[in-house]
C-alpha cells in the first residue's frame, strides 16, 4: 500500500547514514594513500641524504693521501655541527658548476657537484620541491625536512655512523623516517 511518513523517515536516516559511511572509508583511505606515498618519498631523501654523506667520504679519500682524505671528511663534519651530542644536526647544500678543475676531473668542460655542509639552527629548512625533484635552490616548500648527523663509533673516529632523518606533518600528525648507516676510513 503506501508508506506512513516514519517509515519514509526511517528509510531516509538508513540511507544517509549509508552515505556517511562510504564517504568516511573513502576519506580515510585517501589519507592512508597520502600517508604511503610521503613515507615512500621521505624513504628516498633520507637514503640520498646517506648515499651524498658516503659520497663525500669517498670524494675525500680519493683525491687525497692516507687518511687526510678521511680526516678531511670528520672536519667537514664537525664544521657543519653534524655531530649528534650538539643535537641540532646539519643539511647539505649541493651546488652544481658548470666546469671542473683538476685534479677532481680529467674533462675540463665536465660539471661538477659542491656539497657544502651547513648546520640546522633551530630547525633543518624544509625541502623545496621543483618539477619532481627536491633541493634548496628552487621550488616550492615541501613538506619534507631532513637532518643528518653522525656519532663516532670507535675511539680514534675510524668508524662513524650516520643518521638522515626525514621529517613531516599530515593533517597535524608528525611522521618521520629515520635511517643510519656506518661509514668508515677504507684506505689504510
Not at 643528518?148 to 662513524?160: G, Q
Request: hydrophobic share 40%; glycine share 6%; proline share 2%.
Amino acid at each position: 500500500m503506501g508508506f506512513t511518513l516514519v517509515e519514509t523517515l526511517i528509510a531516509l536516516f538508513i540511507f544517509s547514514l549509508s552515505v556517511v559511511v562510504v564517504m568516511a572509508v573513502l576519506s580515510t583511505g585517501i589519507s592512508g594513500t597520502t600517508y604511503a606515498r610521503n613515507k615512500v618519498i621521505a624513504t628516498y631523501l633520507a637514503q640520498e641524504g646517506i648515499e651524498y654523506f658516503r659520497n663525500m667520504r669517498d670524494t675525500s679519500m680519493l683525491y687525497t693521501d692516507d687518511k687526510k682524505g678521511w680526516n678531511n671528511f670528520i672536519v667537514k663534519l664537525e664544521e657543519g655541527r653534524c655531530n649528534i651530542q650538539n643535537g641540532l644536526g646539519c643539511w647539505f647544500d649541493n651546488e652544481i658548476y658548470k666546469s671542473c678543475e683538476e685534479p677532481l676531473c680529467s674533462v675540463p668542460e665536465m660539471p661538477i657537484m659542491k656539497i657544502t655542509v651547513k648546520a640546522c639552527s633551530e630547525k633543518c629548512p624544509a625541502l623545496l620541491y621543483n618539477n619532481g625533484a627536491y633541493g634548496y635552490h628552487a621550488g616550492e616548500n615541501s613538506v619534507f625536512t631532513r637532518k643528518i648527523s653522525f656519532k663516532s663509533l670507535s675511539e680514534t673516529d675510524e668508524e662513524i655512523k650516520i643518521f638522515s632523518e626525514v621529517s613531516w606533518n599530515q593533517q597535524g600528525r608528525n611522521s618521520t623516517v629515520l635511517l643510519s648507516e656506518n661509514l668508515s676510513a677504507w684506505i689504510e
